[in-house]
DNA sequence: CTGTTAGCGCATTCAC
DNA sequence: GTGAATGCGCTAACAG
C-alpha cells in the first residue's frame, strides 16, 4: 500500500471477485449475504485499506449526516459546554458538526448560513447573535433548525433554552430574601433573548416584592468586560448605591469585579454579587461566586435531539415539543450575603438550593 | 419559491438560456463569459434561489475544503481559543471546520481520524490524547494533519505548539529569582508534549541554579481537579513542603487551590503558584495568578496556516518550516512572592514581562 | 441471493 | 465564446 491510494467499490469489488452491488451490501448491510462472500468482501476492504468515500455517498443519497453549529463566540466558556453536548449526541446519532463562529456578528452568520446550506448540512443549530435576520432565509426553505440559548421571538418551533425568566427571578429572590432592598442589574444586551429574560424575571421578582426598580440600576449596553467595568462605576457614584448587584454574563462581571476592585469595595460586606452560568472557576474566587446556572450539556443534547426530530419527520408532521425549557438552578456561595446594617439573616436562609420549580 | 426546493445548475441554465457549462463557468469564474450573459444566470440564480450543491462539486473535485479538527476536550478552556484561531483562518481560506472531541479517550480519537478520512476532508489538524496511535495510520496514508499543542515525538514534520521548555523554564526562574529553593510541580500527565516539556525547562533551570528537586515534589498522576487536589494534601503533610508550587494546568490549580485552602495556606504569604495557560479569569482571582501564557489563537491560526501548505504542496516538496515553535510569556501577577522570612525582595523584582527570548 | 444499470449535481474536456 | 458529452463513487431499483 502505497500511502495514499485512491481504492473505490470497483477495486473491492475486483480484489474479491464479486460484483460492485454486494460490496454495497456488505458495508450498508442493506440486504443479505452470504457470509462466505460477506467474508471475502471484508478482508478485500481490510487489504486495500478502503473507506467509502461518505461525499459520493451523500451525492447519491441526499443526506451528509453533518449538522451545522453556528454559535456567536467559542471564547465565551458558556458555548464550549453546549458545544460538547451537541457533539457527544450527535456523534451517538453518527453525525458530525460542522462548527461555525460568527463572532457576534449578523453579516458573518449569515455567511456562515449560506455556507452550511451550499455543504447540505442535514441541518442547523443556531444561537444566533444581536440584529439576526439570517435565519428567516433558511426557515423560508423548509430548512431543518433549531435556535440554541438565544432564541428569535419569531421562533414558530424549534427552541431550546434556559427558562431565564425563571433564572432572573431566582437570582433576585435570593437577593431580596436575603434583604436587599436596593438591587441593581447588569442586563447585557435587551437584543438577546437570555438577557432580556433575565431582566424580565428580576422585575417580576422586584414587583412581588413591591420593591422599586430604579432605571439608573439597570444597565443595557453590551456584553462585553468594558461595559461591566463603566456599569460598576457608574453604580459606585451613585448618591444612593446599591447594596446587590446582579449580572448576566461572565464578561460583565469581571468588569464589575475589576470597577468594585477600584474603589476597594468589599464582596459580600458592602455589596453582595451573583451572576449568571456556574463556570468551574467560580468556585475559586474569594469569595467564591454564587450563581444562577444552566445545565449546558443538557441544553446541546436537548438541541440536538429536537434538530434531530426535525430533520427527521413526515412532511406537515407537528413536534411532540416545539420548545425546550430547561430549569436554572441557584447555587448559593459566599459572594451573596445581608445587606450592611441588615439585622440576623435568619429569615434569609434559603430553605433550597433549586429555585427552578417555583 | 414554495420550501426546499431542489434546483439544481440544468434549472439555472434553463432560465437563463443558456448551457449548463455557461452556468458553470459563471460560478467558477473559470471562463471568459459574454457579460450579457453572465448578468442572465446570476438573475435566474437570484431568482430560483440557487446555491450550488457543494457535495457534487466535491465528488467532482477531490476535494471539500473542509478540515477535520480533532481536540481532547473542548470544556478544557484552552482549546476554544485555538479553535477560534483555526476557525479564523480557515474562514478567511474558504476552508469550514469539522469539530471533533475526543474525550481525552485514544479508542474515540481513532473512530474521529477514521470518520473525517471517509468524509474526505482536505486535512485534519490534532492535539491527540495520551496514548494515541491513530494518527499513524493516517500520516502512513499521506494524509495531511498537522500536530497543535500536544506533539508526538515521532512527528517527522507539521507540528505547531508553544516552546513548553521554554515556558517550564521561565516559570521556574521567575520563582527562583524571587529566592524560592523549595519548588514543587504538579505536571501533569509525562504522556502529554506540554506537560513533560514543561517539567524538563523547570529541570533546566533548577539546575542552571544549582537547586536541589526533590522527587517528592514532583507529580505527575493526570491532569484533572482531583490529582490537583490530592497532589497539593501531600506536598503540604511533608516535613518540608515547599515554598512555591508551579501547576501545569489550570485543572491542576483547581485542586490545589482547593486543598491550599482546606489547610489554610495563605498564597503568597506561605506559598507562591505560578500556572500555565492565561485565562481571562485569572487577573481576578484573588490574589491574581501569576502565569506562563501562551498565544493561543495564534497556535491555531499557524496550525491551519501549516496544514494549508501540506494540502497543497507539490509532490515531494519539502516545507519552508515543518515544525513552528511559539513563544512563552510570563505574566507576573500577585500570586508569586518572596519566600515567607526572605529579606528584600530588590533582587527579585523581574526585569522584563517576556522570558521568552532569553 | 447476486450482478447490471442508471443517475445524484457538477466540472471539464472537447467540438462547434 | 459556447454547448453537448463524460464520469467522479456510490446507492437503489431491477433483472437474472
Given at each position: 500500500m502505497e500511502g495514499r491510494t485512491k481504492h473505490t467499490m470497483r477495486d473491492v469489488a475486483r480484489l474479491a471477485g464479486v460484483s460492485i452491488a454486494?460490496?454495497?451490501?456488505?458495508?450498508?448491510?442493506?440486504?443479505?449475504?452470504?457470509?462466505?462472500?460477506?467474508?471475502?468482501?471484508?478482508?478485500?476492504?481490510?487489504?486495500?485499506?478502503?473507506?467509502?468515500?461518505?461525499?459520493?455517498?451523500?451525492?447519491?443519497?441526499g443526506r451528509t449526516n453533518v449538522i451545522g453549529v453556528v454559535i456567536p463566540d467559542i471564547t465565551n466558556a458558556f458555548y464550549p459546554e453546549v458545544v460538547r453536548g451537541i457533539e457527544e449526541a450527535a456523534r451517538e446519532t453518527g453525525y458530525s458538526v460542522l462548527l461555525c463562529d460568527s463572532s457576534e456578528d449578523?453579516?458573518?452568520?449569515?455567511?456562515?448560513?449560506?455556507?452550511?446550506?451550499?455543504?447540505?448540512?442535514?441541518?442547523?443549530?443556531?444561537?444566533?447573535?444581536?440584529?439576526?435576520?439570517?435565519?428567516?432565509?433558511?426557515?423560508?426553505?423548509?430548512?431543518?433548525?433549531?435556535?440554541?440559548?438565544?432564541?428569535?421571538?419569531?421562533?414558530?418551533?424549534?427552541?431550546?433554552?434556559?427558562?431565564?425568566?425563571?433564572?432572573?427571578?431566582?437570582?433576585?429572590?435570593?437577593?431580596?430574601?436575603?434583604?436587599?432592598?436596593?438591587?441593581?442589574?447588569?442586563?447585557?444586551?435587551?437584543?438577546?433573548?437570555?438577557?432580556?429574560?433575565?431582566?424580565?424575571?428580576?422585575?417580576?421578582?422586584?414587583?412581588?416584592?413591591?420593591?422599586?426598580?430604579?432605571?439608573?440600576?439597570?444597565?443595557?449596553?453590551?456584553?462585553?468586560?468594558?461595559?461591566?467595568i463603566l456599569a460598576g462605576r457608574d453604580l459606585l457614584n451613585l448618591a444612593a448605591p446599591p447594596t446587590a448587584i446582579m449580572v448576566s454574563n461572565s464578561k460583565l462581571l469581571f468588569g464589575l469585579i475589576q470597577a468594585l476592585d477600584e474603589k476597594k469595595v468589599n464582596i459580600p460586606d458592602q455589596v453582595s454579587v451573583i451572576s449568571f452560568d456556574d463556570y468551574i472557576w467560580n468556585r475559586y474566587f474569594s469569595p467564591s461566586l454564587t450563581t444562577v446556572a444552566q445545565d449546558t450539556n443538557e441544553l446541546g443534547r436537548r438541541s440536538f435531539q429536537l434538530l434531530f426530530e426535525i430533520m427527521n419527520r413526515r412532511d406537515g408532521e407537528e413536534l411532540a415539543e416545539k420548545h425546550v425549557r430547561l430549569p436554572a438552578e441557584l447555587r448559593i456561595r459566599t459572594s451573596t450575603?445581608?445587606?450592611?446594617?441588615?439585622?440576623?439573616?435568619?429569615t434569609a436562609k434559603p430553605a433550597a438550593m433549586s429555585l427552578a420549580a417555583s
Open positions: 454486494t460490496v454495497s451490501a456488505v458495508i450498508n448491510s442493506s440486504a443479505n449475504v452470504s457470509s462466505e462472500r460477506k467474508v471475502r468482501v471484508e478482508a478485500a476492504m481490510a487489504a486495500l485499506d478502503y473507506h467509502p468515500d461518505e461525499v459520493a455517498r451523500s451525492l447519491k443519497t449578523a453579516a458573518e452568520e449569515r455567511n456562515h448560513l449560506s455556507s452550511l446550506f451550499s455543504r447540505r448540512v442535514d441541518g442547523v443549530l443556531l444561537a444566533c447573535c444581536a440584529n439576526s435576520t439570517a435565519y428567516d432565509t433558511m426557515l423560508r426553505r423548509r430548512f431543518p433548525m433549531v435556535f440554541v440559548d438565544r432564541v428569535p421571538a419569531s421562533a414558530a418551533e424549534g427552541t431550546v433554552s434556559t427558562d431565564n425568566i425563571q433564572a432572573g427571578y431566582a437570582g433576585a429572590r435570593h437577593l431580596i430574601e436575603l434583604g436587599h432592598k436596593r438591587i441593581a442589574m447588569l442586563v447585557g444586551h435587551l437584543g438577546l433573548s437570555p438577557h432580556r429574560d433575565r431582566l424580565e424575571g428580576f422585575r417580576k421578582a422586584m414587583q412581588e416584592s413591591h420593591l422599586p426598580i430604579h432605571e439608573e440600576y439597570l444597565s443595557c449596553n453590551g456584553i462585553a468586560i468594558e461595559n461591566g450575603a445581608p445587606p450592611p446594617g441588615h439585622a440576623a439573616s435568619l
